[in-house]
Nanobody, 117 residues
Framework: QVQVVESGGGLVHSGESLRLSCAAS?????????MGWYRQVQGKQRDLVAT???????RYAAAVESRFTISRGSAKDTVLLDMNSLQPEDTAVYYC??????????WGQGTQVTVSS
């Protein structure tokens, strides 16, 4: 089992920045292939924001690739999401996910990001 914990959400104004952090731990932590961020607006599906794998390859949603940066944290199995030039449409619950070898995902509880205009 892998535990995933997010932190760093909050309320910001349009144009401001925010950093989200995510840490994965547990008995299968060494088997993590990738970690990433997804977001969900109430009533809508959960969408990819950005992912990074063990090779350092990253993937971004088109809506954020010029404004958000995903990176590995200094500790093992941690990732950061730096979000710049935030807009009201970025408002969502942001979830961190850890993908282990074999394709199974472990999810965090989510952190709310609210951007006011």
């Amino acid at each position: 089992q892998v535990q995933v914990v997010e932190s760093g959400g909050g309320l910001v104004h349009s144009g401001e920045s925010l950093r989200l952090s995510c840490a994965a731990s547990g008995s299968r932590g060494s088997n993590i292939y990738s970690m990433g961020w997804y977001r969900q607006v109430q009533g809508k599906q959960r969408d990819l924001v950005a992912t990074i794998n063990i090779h350092g390859s990253t993937r971004y949603a088109a809506a954020v690739e010029s404004r958000f940066t995903i990176s590995r944290g200094s500790a093992k199995d941690t990732v950061l999401l730096d979000m710049n030039s935030l807009q009201p449409e970025d408002t969502a619950v942001y979830y961190c996910a850890a993908e282990v070898f074999g394709g199974y995902y472990f999810w965090g509880q989510g952190t709310q990001v609210t951007v006011s205009s």
